[in-house]
């Protein structure tokens, strides 16, 4: 029993760092409250609903979705799982 506890907040501790590590790098373009338009070209995130962040973070992994700044963002979600992509999309919102 105290293994299964043990694990389960390990894990816990492990994907709420990977979303820190994720969402600092969005940060870094969107602002810290994602409220900028990155490189005055892209929408404020801040805005956005979830559902409408996530559509735009697939169609940046499916690379289907263009625009201006279309190769940044592609290179920033090709490493994290469509389930991450969902779930990025709702901390964000």
Do not use: P, W
């Amino acid at each position: 029993m105290k293994l299964i506890l043990v694990i389960t907040l390990f894990s816990n501790f492990l994907f709420a760092d990977k979303f820190v590590t994720i969402l600092s790098r969005c940060k870094t373009c969107h602002g810290r409250n994602f409220e900028k338009s990155a490189f005055n070209t892209s929408k404020i995130v801040k805005d956005l609903t979830s559902e409408e962040i996530f559509i735009s973070l697939r169609g940046y992994k499916s690379r289907s979705k263009s625009g201006r700044m279309h190769k940044i963002m592609e290179s920033q979600v090709q490493n994290i799982s469509m389930d991450d992509l969902k779930l990025l999309s709702t901390k964000i919102n």
